[in-house]
C-alpha cells in the first residue's frame, strides 16, 4: 500500500509492503524491512533497515505528532490513491467552489465528520470509507456549506456514488 507523508511542508511517499509475513517499507526504490521492537505507548522502538529508533507518537486529529531525538514533527499520512483522486476536482464542482462529495472507492461509510448545515473548508476530511480493512479519509472538494449528506454510518457505497453536497 502507498502512502503519502506530509512532514513540515515536504511530502514523501512511502510504500508499505507485507512478504511472508514481515512488513518492508519501499522508498526511492529502496525496500527495508520494518520490525517494531515493542508497541508500548507511548515510546515505542523500531527497527527499519539496520537503524533501530526510538519514537513518541500521538494522533491529533488528521495528524500524527511524533517525537523523535527530541523533535516534534507533525506528520498527516495519507493513502496514495485517496490522496491523487481527491486532488482531483469531482464531476459537479464549478467555479463558485461548490460540489458533490463522491467516495473515490467501493467501500463502507465508518464515519462522517460533517453534517447538513456544516460549514466546511476546502480539503477538510469530511467522511471516513472502510475499504478492504483500511479506513479511508474523503476530503471536502470545496470550501462551503454541506447542504444535504446522502448517506448513513455502516452503508455500503459505490465509486462514484455522491456522498455529500456542498454550496458556497
Known amino acids: 500500500m502507498k502512502y503519502l507523508a506530509d512532514c513540515e511542508g515536504e511530502t514523501f511517499e512511502v510504500e508499505l509492503v507485507e ?3 514481515r512488513f518492508y ?3 526511492g526504490g529502496e525496500r527495508l524491512p520494518v ?3 515493542d508497541g508500548g505507548a507511548p515510546i515505542r522502538r523500531i527497527r527499519i533497515g539496520e537503524s533501530e529508533w526510538v519514537f513518541g507518537a500521538r494522533e491529533n486529529g488528521d495528524r500524527f505528532h511524533v517525537l523523535l531525538g527530541g523533535i516534534d514533527y507533525s506528520v498527516r499520512v495519507q493513502d496514495a490513491r485517496v490522496a491523487a483522486l ?5 464531476a459537479g464542482t464549478g467555479t463558485g467552489g461548490h460540489g458533490e462529495v463522491r467516495a473515490p472507492i467501493p467501500g463502507r461509510v465508518v464515519r462522517l465528520l460533517a453534517e447538513t448545515g456544516s460549514r466546511v473548508e476546502r480539503n477538510q476530511p469530511v467522511a471516513v470509507l472502510d475499504a478492504m480493512k483500511l479506513e479511508n479519509e474523503i476530503v471536502a472538494p470545496a470550501g462551503g456549506r454541506v447542504t444535504e449528506v446522502l448517506v448513513e454510518i455502516g452503508r455500503a457505497v459505490e465509486k462514484g456514488q455522491v456522498l455529500m453536497r456542498i454550496e458556497p
Open 19 to 21: 512478504d511472508d509475513g
Open 25 to 27: 517499507v519501499v522508498r
Open 35 to 37: 520490525e517494531l521492537l
Open 86 to 90: 481527491s486532488s482531483v476536482r469531482p
